[in-house]
């Protein structure tokens, strides 16, 4: 059974930092594109990021680059996004996901705001 666990989210001010976590299980985490989601309030799901199964770089939307880094340790079975620079449109609920999934299956998420 796949498992996604997301965490990480929370309060930040405009401006602020933080990390999402997300732990893996239930199929061969190594072998997978991974992705990041979000959804905002009122809005429908959005890719914001994508990384192979090598981990080496990732695949930004053009509203996150230079400020989000996803990266993921393939020995943990862990997926990680790392955003700087947080806007209060921002303010979302974000999921990780399978890449090639992403549209129909996800974690339970974990909200972030962004707000002073």
């Known amino acids: 059974q796949v498992q996604l666990v997301e965490s990480g989210g929370g309060l930040v001010q405009p401006g602020g930092s933080l990390r999402l976590s997300c732990v893996a299980s239930g199929f061969t985490f190594s072998k997978q594109y991974m992705a990041w989601v979000r959804q905002a309030p009122g809005k429908g799901l959005e890719w914001i990021a994508f990384?192979?199964?090598?981990?080496?770089?990732?695949t930004y939307i053009e509203a996150v680059e230079g400020r989000f880094t996803i990266s993921r340790d393939n020995a943990k079975n862990n997926l990680y996004l790392q955003m700087n620079n947080l806007k209060s449109e921002e303010t979302a609920v974000y999921y990780c996901?399978?890449?090639?999934?992403?549209?129909?299956?996800r974690g339970q998420g974990t909200q972030v705001t962004v707000s002073s």
């Open positions: 996901a399978k890449w090639k999934e992403w549209r129909t299956s």
């Open positions: 990384i192979g199964t090598s981990g080496r770089g990732g």
